[in-house]
Every structure is written in structure tokens, then in C-alpha cells.
């Protein structure tokens, strides 16, 4: 069964400064896809990032960046330039591609100090 | 354009009464989905559908039912609450790949 493993119940960091959120997952499929989610105290899961298993390339959206290591299975989100609003759980999930069900870690909690 | 809305956004049951959560979305995605929320873990899939008509069941389907009669909405019911069904649901659409969530509802049993 696929598993997905957040070990940072939760992280700070410095407004501007950056911070990485680890994630790492267990499977044996070679199609799948890596999401990272952001809940902010309203409840609201926010997609942030998305990879897909078979590209090599990071995927990159604006301050929030991928460091994907399919080998060691591990999907980290950096996110650069903090910024007070970035404060939120942030959850990271797996999808297998010929399936539809997402899986979830258990999520971080980012603190982000002035 | 309204995406995903739920209803209600929060109820208080005892043991024993049953409710329906409402999911309702006006994108027209085929697949639709009920997950709970629970403290310090992620979200968990109850069910799910790929289509109007259709149902399927994801993690932690116990003590749950659903229907799809239209396209455009889901409903998860609780036939009789149990305390351990306490949690905050989450319904979501899909489409190429990418799920929209509601903004939760947060349920209650006494």
C-alpha cells in the first residue's frame, strides 16, 4: 500500500527567510503524482504544487519550489521569500496515476514570524 | 461560478441520529469526493465517484453511505452517529488531475 510521511509536525521561520518541508512516500508504481496542499486557518485546501512522477524537471510556481528525488522517494516543498500569509498547514499527498484516490500525510504546520 | 460549496458548514448530533452532508459543484467534473479530517492526521477517503449513478468506496467507508443521483452533487450520510465519526468532511471535484475542495463541515457527536 502507498504510504505518504510527513515528519515535521511543524516548522518556523523568519518572514523573507526560506523554509523546506519535508515529505517522503512509499510506493511501487512508476506512474503516479506528488502534490503539496496549503490549509489555512479558513479550512480550505489550497493546491500549491503538483509533479508529475515521469518528469525530471522540478516543478516551480512562483516562490514555491519542488526538490523531487524519485529514487529516494522524497518530494520536499521549498518555499522562498516566506511571507505572513504562507502560515497554514501543508500537506503533502500521493495519487497513482491509473487511479483517482489521493493519499495524505499528516501534515506540517508553518509558522511564519515577522 | 460557486466551485465546490458544502452544506452545512457545522452540526452537532448525539449517538444515534442521522444527518446528510450536501456536496454541490457547478463545474461540471465527473469525479466527486467525501474525506475526513481528523486532528494530527491527513485527509482520509470515505468515498468517491467517477461518474453520476456511480459510487465507490475509498479508506474509511464504515458507518457511511452515499448517492449520486445528479451529476452536480454528492450526499454522505450518517445512518446513525457514532462519537468516533466526529471529525471535519471535506467533499472535492476533479478535473486533468486536479482537485477542488469545499470549505469543510464540521460535524459533532455527542
Known amino acids: 500500500a502507498q504510504t505518504v510521511t510527513q515528519s515535521q509536525p511543524e516548522m518556523s521561520v523568519q518572514e523573507a527567510e526560506t523554509v523546506t518541508l519535508s515529505c517522503t512516500y512509499d510506493t511501487s508504481e512508476s506512474d503516479y503524482y506528488l502534490f503539496w496542499y496549503k490549509q489555512p486557518p479558513s479550512r480550505q485546501m489550497i493546491l500549491v504544487i503538483r509533479?508529475?512522477?515521469?518528469?525530471?524537471q522540478n516543478a516551480t510556481e512562483n516562490r514555491f519550489s519542488v526538490n523531487f528525488q524519485k529514487a529516494a522517494k522524497s518530494f520536499s516543498l521549498k518555499i522562498s521569500d516566506s511571507q505572513l500569509g504562507d502560515a497554514a498547514m501543508y500537506f503533502c499527498a500521493y495519487r497513482r496515476g491509473s487511479t483517482d484516490k489521493l493519499i495524505f500525510g499528516t501534515g506540517t504546520r508553518l509558522q511564519v514570524f515577522p | 461560478n460557486a466551485g465546490v460549496t458544502q452544506t452545512p458548514k457545522f452540526r452537532v448530533l448525539k449517538t444515534g441520529q442521522s444527518m446528510t452532508l450536501l456536496c454541490a459543484q457547478d463545474m461540471n467534473h465527473e469525479y466527486m469526493y467525501w474525506y475526513r479530517q481528523d486532528p494530527g492526521m491527513g485527509l482520509r477517503l470515505i468515498h468517491y465517484s467517477v461518474g453520476e449513478g456511480t459510487t465507490a468506496k475509498g479508506e474509511v467507508p464504515d458507518g457511511y453511505n452515499v448517492s449520486r443521483l445528479k451529476k452536480q452533487n454528492f450526499l454522505l450520510g450518517l445512518e446513525s452517529a457514532a462519537p468516533s465519526q466526529t471529525s471535519v468532511y471535506f467533499c472535492?471535484?476533479?478535473?486533468?488531475?486536479?482537485?477542488?475542495f469545499g470549505p469543510g463541515t464540521r460535524l459533532t457527536v455527542l
Open positions: 509533479q508529475e512522477a515521469y518528469k525530471q
Open positions: 472535492a471535484s476533479r478535473t486533468l488531475g486536479k482537485q477542488f
